[in-house]
């Protein structure tokens, strides 16, 4: 099946600019379905990534979020690895997921460091490492640092190109007494070179010392093990010969630019400075090709600028390259780079600040996942209304709806819109948030229907939409041990904007069943004396608020990503396993936390709880909180303290200020003595326990004596008390 559908292969630089032209000028912009396809939600800005190492910035500054300009610029952003693509059937392989086809198609997938003979071994046993990826390569450098010592063994950078060249500059600033060796080709560098070598006592070597630390490669770039197969199409450096028109000769609607890609009658050699220079004609061509027109050709200069920074100690300073022209160094020439560097990244930043001027003007977008929900007071107004009184009062995370002697089959309904661009990754993350109503009443899923509303779209590209939903859906349903058993679906009515994508609403229905006379968690259980425990972090509905906003949150990405894709059903298992081993009920009641934060699910808790209580004459309990004790995922108290909040969470605040306004002995939530802290700290904490959650944790009460055996998985938060 060919589909109307423009797919970008890689988070290079010219991808990036683009989706940014497209953005500034909306009428550049085809007008059909566009998605990205990258490894990496963030790139690197390379010309920079030398200053990162330096320590002359920090990383963040370096980094354009790419998930976050594509959902701006209204393309859907999918997160995987090519590991092949298919030009006859227009179909692109991914590792670990479905097969997605396209119409148009560009490549800018970059390139990896080349790896010799010589060095596989090394690689291998980790002795030595690659530049790219820039990530990796960082960490591992950042690891290095506790060994900037004269007694070390050297350091060897290995390459005799520029960036081997800036590289072992800027690892000579970072390290002012670790040993330093380029091994290079003496006769490729430049003799201004070698003395700014001497210099910086940095040592060149034609072979690799008898003695020395760790290794890193600057060797060259090469291309993916998958692009190698159409050797027929390559140059020697492996990139794809295109036209003067960026269009591989051979398949038809495929443009290639960037390091993966030369034009055949100009070769050049690579660098950035083309990814800047070949935009227009890209973004036009592109739009051409759609439409049916003839495309405009494009004759890159032989040589580009390149300019590399020597990071003295002092003033700085650097050096021009212009073919076989070298000038410097000189601070002059420093000087240039940098405000040429700043212009590149400020081009994305400047979308940033115009996007938090708009939050600021009350514009932004409402909160996708379980935040959006609706407030907890609507709908227990709503269920009280229609005479359901026992569904507020006492709600259970799943219900009974069979029951023999020895069975019971719980069952619950969950969904939300779309949460992010990638339908496959969208479904995956819905099922696992669905499954939490199950986990937190202690079954295991069994099977699971769908309801899906899919956008008005062409019909290829909405069965494209559809059949990656049913792929995500299936494969996490099968994960679990469960079966897909059936569903239904609609078209929306609602107008949808691009990316399509996000217009899609999934609602599954779950059912699990606990066998051998087990009776379900509930969350009515909870007891004087109990602990109360839980699995994950908070603040996922902080980070996606500042996702809408374009705050780059690196570290919690991958953290959050992580976990919306993990399954918890893992820790039930193991809580059967420990009750069977020792003979006893752990669970006295448990929940999980979703749309109404911590404070909101808690409170259903004592809420039911309590009334259980009541019926039995018990006197009714509290909660002794440490607010110390809880766990935010990086960044996201940062985030709450500039002011970023979901679009549920004002609603999810009424619930606490009614807790807060009874009198301080009446409040069914109380904290610890020791949480002395201001009122600004006592609001930020606060606010992490009102964000709203997907695939949230599961939230547990049991005896203390139990806590031992959980707590690699498990945290402990607070105590039930009277």
Not at 403 to 419: C, E, H, M, R, Y
Not at 568 to 582: A, G, S
Not at 679 to 689: G, R, T
Request: some cysteine; glycine content about 6%; proline content about 4%.
């Amino acid at each position: 099946m060919t589909i109307n559908h423009l797919v970008l292969i890689g988070g290079g630089h010219t991808n990036v600019l683009l989706m940014r032209k497209w953005l500034m000028y909306p009428k550049l912009m085809p007008e059909i379905p566009i998605s990205i396809i990258s490894r990496d939600t963030q790139l690197v800005y390379s010309a920079m990534f030398p200053s990162v190492i330096s320590k002359s910035i920090s990383l963040d500054e370096s980094l354009i979020d790419i998930r976050s300009l594509a959902k701006k610029s209204r393309v859907a952003f999918i997160k995987g690895e090519v590991i092949n693509i298919d030009f006859q059937l227009k179909k692109i392989f991914l590792k670990n997921r479905p097969s997605i086809c396209y119409s148009k198609l560009v490549l800018n997938y970059g390139s990896q460091t080349k790896i010799s003979g010589e060095f596989e071994d090394l690689v291998n046993n980790q002795i030595a490492f690659p530049i790219k990826p820039f990530f990796k390569a960082y960490e591992l450098i950042k690891n290095e640092d506790k060994h900037d010592s004269e007694t070390e063994q050297s350091f060897v950078i290995v390459g005799s190109g520029l960036a081997a060249i800036e590289v072992v500059f800027a690892l000579r600033k970072r390290w002012k007494k670790r040993s330093l060796k380029i091994l290079c080709k003496l006769n490729k560098v430049d003799d201004k070179i070698l003395k700014t070598f001497y210099r910086s006592n940095i040592e060149v070597v034609s072979k690799l010392p008898v003695e020395y630390g760790k290794i890193l490669l600057c060797t060259g770039n090469s291309s993916p093990y998958w692009v190698q197969k159409y050797n027929s199409e390559l140059d020697s450096k492996g990139r794809f010969f295109t036209d003067q028109k960026l269009r591989l000769k051979n398949f038809f609607g495929t443009f290639a630019t960037g390091d993966c890609a030369v034009i055949k009658t100009s070769k050049r050699p690579s660098s950035g400075i083309f990814a800047v220079k070949v935009l227009n004609i890209l973004a036009t061509n592109i739009q051409k090709e759609i439409k049916g027109e003839s495309l405009k050709k494009w004759s890159p200069q032989k040589f580009g600028l390149q300019i590399v920074n020597s990071y003295p100690r002092k003033l700085p300073k650097a050096f021009a390259f212009y073919g076989d022209v070298v000038i410097g160094p000189s601070f002059l020439i420093w000087y240039l780079k940098n405000k040429i560097d700043e212009g590149f990244i400020k081009k994305f930043r400047i979308l940033d600040s115009n996007m938090n001027q708009k939050v600021k003007e009350g514009g932004m977008e409402e909160c996708r996942g379980c935040a959006a929900k609706i407030p907890q007071s609507t709908l227990n107004k709503s269920l009280r209304s229609a005479q359901l009184e026992n569904f507020a009062t006492s709600p259970e995370d799943s219900v009974e709806i069979y029951k023999n002697n020895q069975d019971i089959i719980l069952q619950s309904v969950d969904g939300f819109p779309a949460l992010i661009s990638d339908p496959w990754l969208n479904a995956k993350i819905t099922v696992l948030h669905a499954c939490s109503d199950l986990w937190a009443c202690g079954v295991k899923l069994s099977s699971v229907q769908a309801l899906i509303s899919l956008p008005k779209v062409g019909k290829d590209f909405q069965s494209y939409l559809f059949s990656h939903c049913l792929k995500g859906i299936k494969t996490t349903v099968e994960e679990q041990g469960g079966k897909l058993i059936g569903g239904h679906t609609f078209e929306s009515r609602s107008f949808v904007d691009q990316p399509y994508s996000l217009g899609i609403d999934i609602s599954l229905t779950v059912q699990g069943v606990l066998k051998n006379g087990a009776k379900p968690w509930l969350k009515s259980g909870m007891k004087k004396g109990d602990i109360i425990l839980m699995s994950r972090p908070l603040g996922v509905g902080v980070f996606f608020a500042a996702q809408m906003q374009n705050i780059n949150l690196k570290d919690s990405s991958e953290e959050i990503m992580r976990n919306l894709v993990t399954s918890q059903q893992p820790l039930i298992e193991k809580i059967y396993l420990l009750q069977d081993k020792f003979g006893e009920t752990f669970i006295n009641a448990a929940t999980d936390v979703t749309g109404y934060g911590f404070i909101g699910h808690l409170k259903e808790m004592i809420d039911s709880s309590n009334l259980l209580r009541k019926d039995n004459k018990l006197e009714p309990i509290r909660v002794l909180l440490d607010l110390f004790a809880f766990k935010a995922y990086p960044g996201v108290f940062d985030l709450i303290h500039k002011g970023i909040k979901s679009s549920l969470f004002e609603s999810n605040k009424e619930i606490f200020d009614q807790i807060i306004a009874e009198k301080r002995n009446d409040r069914i939530i109380a904290f610890s003595k020791k949480n002395k802290v201001n009122s600004d700290s006592f609001k930020e904490k606060i606010s992490l326990l009102l964000d709203p959650q997907t695939c949230g944790p599961l939230l547990i009460c049991c005896a203390p004596k139990y806590e031992k055996f959980l707590k690699d998985e498990w945290y402990k938060v607070g105590e039930v008390i009277n």
